[in-house]
């Protein structure tokens, strides 16, 4: 054995010490996707390095031969690792985890098997013999076919992972844009190395430089996972997500070509049409609708489909699909199920029908046979009769907002430029012909905004009719300003300030058995601030003070 270390050993040992440095950095990230295959990756190229700078220097046939051996599986073996790495990194692990990808590992088993065993049949290489060079125990060997065979698997192993790994960073933009091009470059100097010496070409043939060439991997894959985290920002993260998005939502989506032909289908949507994925594809989409067809054209529509022998009916909306260069290549089709939608408004349909017409009719005839009687009826007859009146009064006011509200509609039909000042007074002069009490009006002439006053009216009318009813000798101030670009509406009162639980109703959004308003009137003013865009606050600590902060210009696009 020469204990005089050649260079050519020293270069190994160094490369097998970086991979251990590299292998250190990681540690941080081991339980990211495909950092696992990863380290594999780095403790096989040790392996490698220290074994081959170990066999540089050792004369002895035998141990030499053995040592080779480790060599051949780092060959085998590198190119494995890394493609795993690859489709762990890349969110890939569907392949990862697949059988077909499974089977693939018998190609590095069986290269091993035959590694070991190359003394006995001699298959991989024969004619194997120590040759001195450099000062180093140099290995002259002819490799044969099936050895070749082995080696350029290897490096196709190695050549798919670095395509993926560069493709999915590049992606990215450039964000990782310097660290993918490091990737991407990596595996050059070790993978022309393992040629060249396969090949017999170089300076040194008997000598195999891939350890060597390690070092400029090592540098450039501590550039890229260690200086810039790859590791802690990965594209399985974004796979992960774009598969959610499409893959795994309950909404079925489809794509299609620009004739409309199917070329994916998520599994929602083949539970929609009834239709395997394999068997749809390249189909006319139509084909699985019932009786509806879906133009292909970039817009909406809506579509009726059986499923299960139901009828559902959904919204389709459709969103081109383009290349970089801008070019169309076909649509993303996103069906929404609305069938339960469609009844609802229907079921509403025939309830407001009937609120509006049996119940009101009924109401007012009851109110007025009440009315009759009250004036006819003496004493207590006559009280009762009165109590009677007056509810079904309240009963009818109360239909006749909720009624009101339905019509005013939230469409940029209703848009138009109001006085405030001017619809202030007029609510304020109906009110207290019809309540009393004392109302002031300080708002400025001039004061205008751009909004739907069939809704604001409403609003205000709740508001002021809300403190006149609730509050005796009500002292009423209706005022407003501009605040920036929206304008400041307020309504105070001098009475004991709305009760807390009927402002706990109306911040929790909904009623209960046990805790409900006692009136529509509320509702209606959160109901119509809403619609208008507004923000609604309630102040309570002397009288009540409410605030309706309303946009001054809205835009039919905020109306709509």
């Given at each position: 054995?020469?204990?005089?270390?050649?260079?050519?050993?020293?270069?190994?040992?160094?490369?097998?010490?970086?991979?251990?440095?590299?292998?250190?950095?990681?540690?941080?990230?081991?339980?990211?996707?495909?950092?696992?295959?990863?380290?594999?990756?780095?403790?096989?190229?040790?392996?490698?390095?220290?074994?081959?700078?170990?066999?540089?220097?050792?004369?002895?046939?035998?141990?030499?031969?053995?040592?080779?051996?480790?060599?051949?599986?780092?060959?085998?073996?590198?190119?494995?690792?890394?493609?795993?790495?690859?489709?762990?990194?890349?969110?890939?692990?569907?392949?990862?985890?697949?059988?077909?990808?499974?089977?693939?590992?018998?190609l590095p088993l069986a290269g091993t098997a035959l590694v070991v065993t190359n003394p006995?049949?001699?298959?991989?290489?024969?004619?194997?013999?120590?040759?001195?060079?450099?000062?180093?125990?140099?290995?002259?060997?002819?490799?044969?076919?099936?050895?070749?065979?082995?080696?350029?698997?290897?490096?196709?192993?190695?050549?798919?992972?670095?395509?993926?790994?560069?493709?999915?960073?590049?992606?990215?933009?450039?964000?990782?844009?310097?660290?993918?091009?490091?990737?991407?470059?990596?595996?050059?100097?070790?993978?022309?190395?393992?040629?060249?010496?396969?090949?017999?070409?170089?300076?040194?043939?008997?000598?195999?430089?891939?350890?060597?060439?390690?070092?400029?991997?090592?540098?450039?894959?501590?550039?890229?996972?260690?200086?810039?985290?790859?590791?802690?920002?990965?594209?399985?993260?974004?796979?992960?997500?774009?598969?959610?998005?499409?893959?795994?939502?309950?909404?079925?989506?489809?794509?299609?070509?620009?004739?409309?032909?199917?070329?994916?289908?998520?599994?929602?949507?083949?539970?929609?049409?009834?239709?395997?994925?394999?068997?749809?594809?390249?189909?006319?989409?139509?084909?699985?609708?019932?009786?509806?067809?879906?133009?292909?054209?970039?817009?909406?529509?809506?579509?009726?489909?059986?499923?299960?022998?139901?009828h559902r009916e959904f919204k389709v909306r459709q969103t081109a699909l383009r290349d970089?260069?801008?070019?169309?290549?076909?649509?993303?089709?996103?069906?929404?199920?609305?069938?339960?939608?469609?009844?609802?408004?229907?079921?509403?349909?025939?309830?407001?029908?009937?609120?509006?017409?049996?119940?009101?009719?009924?109401?007012?005839?009851?109110?007025?046979?009440?009315?009759?009687?009250?004036?006819?009826?003496?004493?207590?007859?006559?009280?009762?009769?009165?109590?009677?009146?007056?509810?079904?009064?309240?009963?009818?006011?109360?239909?006749?907002?909720?009624?009101?509200?339905?019509?005013?509609?939230?469409?940029?039909?209703?848009?138009?430029?109001?006085?405030?000042?001017?619809?202030?007074?007029?609510?304020?002069?109906?009110?207290?012909?019809?309540?009393?009490?004392?109302?002031?009006?300080?708002?400025?002439?001039?004061?205008?905004?751009?909004?739907?006053?069939?809704?604001?009216?409403?609003?205000?009318?709740?508001?002021?009719?809300?403190?006149?009813?609730?509050?005796?000798?009500?002292?009423?101030?209706?005022?407003?300003?501009?605040?920036?670009?929206?304008?400041?509406?307020?309504?105070?009162?001098?009475?004991?300030?709305?009760?807390?639980?009927?402002?706990?109703?109306?911040?929790?959004?909904?009623?209960?058995?046990?805790?409900?308003?006692?009136?529509?009137?509320?509702?209606?003013?959160?109901?119509?601030?809403?619609?208008?865009?507004?923000?609604?606050?309630?102040?309570?600590?002397?009288?009540?003070?409410?605030?309706?902060?309303?946009?001054?210009?809205?835009?039919?696009?905020?109306?709509?």
């Amino acid at each position: 054995m020469n204990l005089d270390l050649p260079w050519l050993a020293l270069g190994s040992f160094a490369s097998g010490f970086g991979s251990l440095y590299l292998l250190a950095q990681l540690r941080a990230h081991w339980d990211k996707p495909g950092a696992r295959w990863f380290v594999a990756t780095i403790v096989t190229q040790t392996g490698w390095c220290f074994s081959y700078g170990a066999a540089l220097l050792v004369f002895d046939p035998t141990l030499r031969l053995a040592l080779e051996m480790v060599s051949w599986l780092g060959i085998i073996w590198i190119g494995f690792c890394f493609l795993s790495f690859a489709l762990g990194y890349t969110g890939r692990t569907n392949v990862l985890e697949s059988g077909w990808y499974r089977a693939v590992a018998v190609l590095p088993l069986a290269g091993t098997a035959l590694v070991v065993t190359n003394p006995l049949h001699t298959v991989v290489w024969q004619g194997f013999r120590v040759v001195p060079t450099a000062g180093s125990a140099g290995a002259d060997y002819a490799v044969l076919p099936v050895g070749l065979l082995t080696i350029i698997v290897a490096m196709l192993f190695v050549s798919f992972g670095t395509l993926l790994v560069f493709d999915t960073v590049v992606s990215y933009g450039p964000l990782y844009r310097r660290e993918a091009l490091a990737v991407g470059l990596s595996p050059i100097p070790p993978g022309a190395g393992v040629l060249l010496w396969a090949g017999g070409v170089g300076l040194v043939p008997a000598v195999n430089l891939t350890t060597l060439l390690f070092l400029p991997h090592i540098a450039l894959d501590l550039y890229a996972f260690v200086r810039s985290d790859m590791f802690e920002f990965h594209p399985a993260t974004r796979r992960a997500g774009e598969r959610a998005a499409i893959h795994d939502i309950a909404t079925p989506v489809a794509i299609v070509d620009e004739q409309g032909r199917v070329v994916n289908l998520n599994p929602a949507a083949e539970r929609m049409l009834g239709v395997d994925k394999r068997e749809g594809l390249t189909e006319p989409l139509n084909s699985f609708l019932a009786g509806d067809d879906i133009a292909t054209d970039g817009g909406s529509s809506r579509a009726s489909i059986e499923a299960g022998g139901r009828h559902r009916e959904f919204k389709v909306r459709q969103t081109a699909l383009r290349d970089e260069a801008g070019t169309q290549l076909g649509y993303t089709v996103v069906f929404q199920d609305i069938t339960d939608e469609i009844r609802r408004e229907r079921r509403l349909e025939v309830l407001n029908r009937f609120l509006r017409h049996n119940v009101r009719n009924e109401s007012v005839v009851i109110q007025a046979r009440a009315e009759l009687l009250a004036g006819e009826l003496d004493g207590e007859q006559s009280d009762h009769a009165a109590t009677i009146e007056r509810s079904v009064s309240r009963l009818v006011d109360s239909g006749q907002k909720a009624r009101t509200l339905a019509e005013a509609g939230a469409g940029d039909a209703g848009l138009e430029s109001v006085a405030l000042a001017d619809l202030a007074t007029g609510v304020v002069e109906s009110a207290r012909e019809e309540y009393g009490g004392s109302v002031t009006v300080e708002i400025p002439d001039d004061l205008r905004l751009t909004t739907q006053p069939a809704l604001l009216e409403i609003l205000l009318t709740n508001l002021v009719e809300n403190a006149l009813q609730h509050v005796p000798d009500a002292v009423v101030t209706v005022g407003a300003k501009v605040d920036g670009d929206d304008v400041v509406l307020t309504v105070s009162d001098n009475g004991p300030g709305v009760p807390e639980h009927e402002l706990g109703v109306l911040e929790r959004g909904r009623e209960t058995d046990l805790n409900h308003g006692s009136g529509i009137g509320l509702w209606l003013v959160r109901w119509t601030a809403t619609t208008l865009g507004g923000d609604l606050d309630f102040d309570t600590n002397d009288g009540t003070t409410v605030t309706v902060r309303l946009p001054q210009e809205r835009t039919a696009a905020e109306a709509a």
